[in-house]
């Protein structure tokens, strides 16, 4: 018997003990043996048509990995232990991915593998069977279906670009009421980046214009004189008002 073998000896029927590897000598008639092979056995799970908690509709396959590791129990426990470990994957399988949404299926296998693993190696368990390893390998779509996830990512790559957009002019404006606080804290300040704007204008101008700086004192003075006649006319306005009134009053 070869190392990975191993043989379950019955006698008159009844379990007797496991041996191998090796040379193994059984009585005929009075003891049988049944061969176990102990390597991982890898399994593919047959495509299972799968309802989503979201009452999507799809394919599923898998491949599941497992070895014996009581002989004894997987063959006295078990009629057929290769069959009965599929079954029970195929409907393991469908048990649990119905219960998570299309999303997770795409996004979480990993978390799903480790659930489907978890039950089949508890419950395969009395079988002398180790559960090694499950993986989902595919996730088959409706062609509906998939036009309406690319939608929904096209909508949803809109959305965070319109958010980064938003968050950009936010930040633009907050820095441009700083710089104008601390402009204003300091007059100077406003002179040199007058003067800096006025370089910038003449070095990218290409054409033959000429560019002549004016003093900020004199726009300050301007504008002071032009409120003071606005000022005064106002007034003046107030009188022919006035008056009316009282000759009304008169009247």
């Known amino acids: 018997m070869r190392e ?25 008639v009075i003891q049988q043996m049944v061969r176990v092979d102990l390597r991982t056995v890898v399994m593919d799970v047959p495509s299972q048509d799968v309802i989503s908690r979201d009452n999507v509709s799809v394919g599923v396959n898998a491949v599941l990995y497992f070895r014996v590791v009581d002989p004894e129990r997987a063959i006295i426990n078990v009629e057929d232990f290769y069959s009965a470990v599929s079954q029970l994957a195929q409907t393991t399988l469908r048990s649990v991915l119905g219960q998570h949404e299309l999303d997770e299926m795409l996004a979480e296998r990993d978390k799903l593998n480790a659930h489907i693993q978890e039950i089949l190696d508890q419950q395969t368990d009395n079988w002398g069977v180790k559960v090694a390893n499950v993986e989902i390998k595919h996730v088959d779509i409706d062609e509906s279906m998939v036009r309406a996830i690319a939608q929904q990512a096209e909508a949803e790559r809109a959305r965070r670009a319109k958010v980064i957009h938003a968050d950009g002019e936010m930040q633009a404006a907050e820095k441009l009421r700083d710089a104008a606080e601390i402009l204003g804290q300091s007059p100077a300040s406003v002179q040199l980046r007058y003067m800096q704007t006025l370089v910038t204008v003449a070095n990218e101008n290409e054409s033959s214009s000429i560019i002549f700086p004016l003093p900020l004192e004199f726009l300050r003075a301007f504008g002071d004189s032009s409120s003071a006649p606005a000022a005064g006319a106002g007034g003046g306005v107030a009188s022919p008002a006035s008056s009316s009134s009282g000759a009304s009053g008169s009247t």
């Open 4 to 28: 990975y073998e191993r043989g379950v000896i019955f006698q008159l029927g009844r379990f007797w003990r496991v041996k191998g590897p090796g040379l193994i000598i059984v009585i005929p």
